[in-house]
């Protein structure tokens, strides 16, 4: 968001974390958006900074640091990684834009596979994950593997991943009439480490630079392949000299590939190919020509939700979550006693009366057995990995994934933010350090082996030292990888982080893979236990909270707005598909908007970006603002932000040939129930309003009394007291709502949700379930 707002670029933005294959992750996505006519340029690319201390300490509990601190990728005297830092990025455009526009062109991307490894640790990779993300890859460029001359491996340096990508590429050729070493392959992390999320970016401009110089590039610390790897007698050779990269054929562009693969199985191949300038005196063919501009788009199929669970508060459950949505019971509650013991003093005088109250989770309880974690594990991870399981786990189960067979052809994308219980290691480093300064600073007096026993001491009431698993426990990405594995999902599987936002934009990727054929079934979920007290005083400086112990949209009497905890799941799938399965159908995606355009120093996203994003969901589904009659508003009780939706609704809604009958759209905010959600709170919002459509019931706003803005008085909209039946005339079409979210770095997304008659019908029991 911060690159998108200093560059001003209004077309949306996120970041991933698909551990070390992000930065493909991100290319994928942003290949799909302009291949769609979504954007007309995207950055896309890696960037990585850890701290130090933490990936020294971290990949040392995990084993997989090199002692020698020398990376040599496939070599036998490999003996682990070595971490580097960086950030690169990639313009991209469509190519006949580019053509048209004349801009300088490196390479084609012709075909890139993402997947996820189905069975196996999260820490060890599989060759299935890795075959089968390779084999779309070449299966969407209509390549054979041999076709490529040079291949950019994820070459960690670590000897089980290094020895099961080349066993990996071994399986790949092996039905092909290859000739020894005919392939060149490499790692760029020999010479810079491994750039972690950034590391993809490094490989592809490598790549595209050995393109640039027509050049075989080098890979560094190579001297012979270990015992019995398929090196010694295969088709690959590992280039340790630059070489002249000759074409195949004068005609015929140069060909490579790109590798990233990273914890939780998570694997991104690649497919990059020369260009070269067309011939001017040679016209482009006029059947294309005319294709181009009289083939129609083909239709998108719709894509249903099937599956929903939530865990807010102290409503456990969808059950729970529904009876609160239509009845109007906010489970705004006291803060737990316990929850920030040590720090209240300090909180108070940050936040004095604000944080006393909000949806908090009080409990989390795991049964044993209930996921494929260790017990003795359990206590390690972070709270917002268990709660994702049981909120996914949910879910499966409500959409007929009983069980756990292989599901190849579905993927998870998870909405999260960062979590500072994250940080307490290196709180528990600092004090390690502090106690020694306070000994001198206090002249406390003591001596080496009562001041290393008080430091003990001080440590340990601190939190627990950094173990293994501890290292993957406080990795907020893994979650989706956790998600995969105890479910065997086989697609993509990778965390979105959008500020409130970061919920929707995993349904938005998760429709558009099941619109692509790319997926059959997608779990889409979002979780924050955001309530951490350094959380909310870092956020209460920028917009404070409320104080008045109620979250009031919209309302007169709103100072703000509360914190809320918990987690989302939804399953997807095509409609078509969900109908013939015999599926509940709670309502159909029927478009997503995005848009960008804050201010820097408010932080708010301005009325022209909210109806940009508002336009771009309706036109996305095509539907009419007239034809929407419940709007499910970002509503967060802080004034400022209220102000900026009020407005931007009566803008667009009252723009020339799109004005609704008055009072005709009603008006609602999950936030006066459950809070602000942090990066579950758009999502929330999507499965309120699916409720809505599913019971044809349009739910109250609780705690409303006097509009805060004028203009409420007037135009489309309305403030339901009550419940009441979504009354329509089938003349009108579907029943439709508008999902909305505005983030706190200046980002807006929209949501258009359809009901749907033709589902199957549900029994009085499943209505309220």
Known sequence: ALLARALNLGGGSYTLDAACASSLFAVKLACDALQAQRADAI??????????????????????????????????????????????????????????????????????????????????????????????????????????????????????????????????????????????????????????????????????????????????????????????????????DPAVWERRASDQPRRAAVSAFGFGGINAHMLLEEFIEPDPAVPPPARTARAAVETPAPARPAVAIVGMQTFFGRLEGLRAFQEAVFTGGPAIAPRPPLRWKGAEATATEILGNAGSRGAFLETLTVGVGEFRIAPNEIADLLPQQLLMLKAAAGAMQASGFDGRPEQPRMGAVIGIDFDFAATDFHLRWRLLQAAAAWNARHRLGLDPQALARWQADLADACGPPLTAVRTLGALG??????????????????????????????????????????????????????????????????????????????????????????????????????????????????????????????????EAAYCRSLGRALSDGGASPASVSYLEAHGSGDPAEDGLECAALHRFFQQPGQAAAPAACAVGSLKAIVGHTGAAAGLAGVVKAALCLYHDMIPPLPGFSEPADERWHHG??????????????????????????????????????????????????????
């Open 716 to 769: 489309p909209f309305h403030f339901p007291a009550f419940p009441q039946y979504w009354v329509r005339d089938r003349r009108d079409g579907a029943r439709r709502a508008v999902v909305a979210t505005i983030t706190a770095d200046g980002g807006c997304m929209h949501v258009l949700l359809e009901g749907v008659e033709s589902a199957p019908a549900a029994t009085a029991y499943e209505k309220t379930d």
């Open 477 to 606: 990405g893994i979650v989706a990888s956790r998600v995969a594995r105890e479910f065997r999902l086989g697609g993509p599987t990778f965390t979105v982080s959008a500020e409130a936002a970061a919920g929707v934009r995993a349904l938005e990727i998760g429709v558009r893979a099941l619109q692509q054929g790319e997926l059959d079934a997608v779990l889409v979920g979002a979780v924050d236990i955001g309530a951490d007290v350094r959380n909310l005083a870092a956020r209460h400086g920028i917009r404070p909270l409320g104080a008045g112990g109620a979250v009031r949209p919209f309302d007169r009497g709103a100072d703000g707005t509360l914190p809320g905890e918990g987690a989302v799941a939804l399953v997807l799938k095509r409609l078509d598909q969900a109908l013939t399965d015999g599926n509940r159908v709670y309502a159909v995606v029927g478009g997503v908007g995005a848009a960008d355009g804050g201010a820097i120093p408010t932080g708010l996203p301005g």
């Open 43 to 240: 950055l896309a690319g890696g960037v990585s900074r850890p701290d130090c201390l933490y990936t020294q300490v971290g990949f040392s509990q995990l084993r997989a640091l090199s002692p020698s601190g020398r990376c040599a990728p496939f070599d036998r005297s490999a003996d682990g990684l070595v971490v580097g830092e960086g950030a690169g990025i990639l313009v991209l455009k469509r190519l006949a834009d580019a053509l048209a526009q004349g801009d300088r062109i490196h390479a084609v991307i012709r075909g890139i596979g993402l997947s996820n490894d189905i069975d196996g640790s999260l820490l060890a990779p599989a060759s299935e994950g890795q075959l089968r993300a390779m084999q779309s890859a070449y299966a969407a460029a209509g390549w054979s593997p041999d076709a490529v001359d040079l291949i950019e491996c994820h070459g960690a340096g670590t000897p089980v991943g290094d020895a099961t990508e080349v066993r990996s590429l071994a399986s790949l050729w092996g039905g092909l009439a290859w000739q020894p070493q005919q392939c060149a392959i490499g790692s760029v992390k020999s010479m810079i480490g491994h750039l972690l999320t950034a590391a993809g970016a490094a490989g592809a401009i490598k790549t595209l630079l050995a393109f640039q110089h027509r050049t075989l590039p080098p890979s560094l610390h190579f001297n012979a392949a270990p015992a019995q790897s398929p090196l010694l007698d295969g088709p690959f050779r590992v280039q340790t």
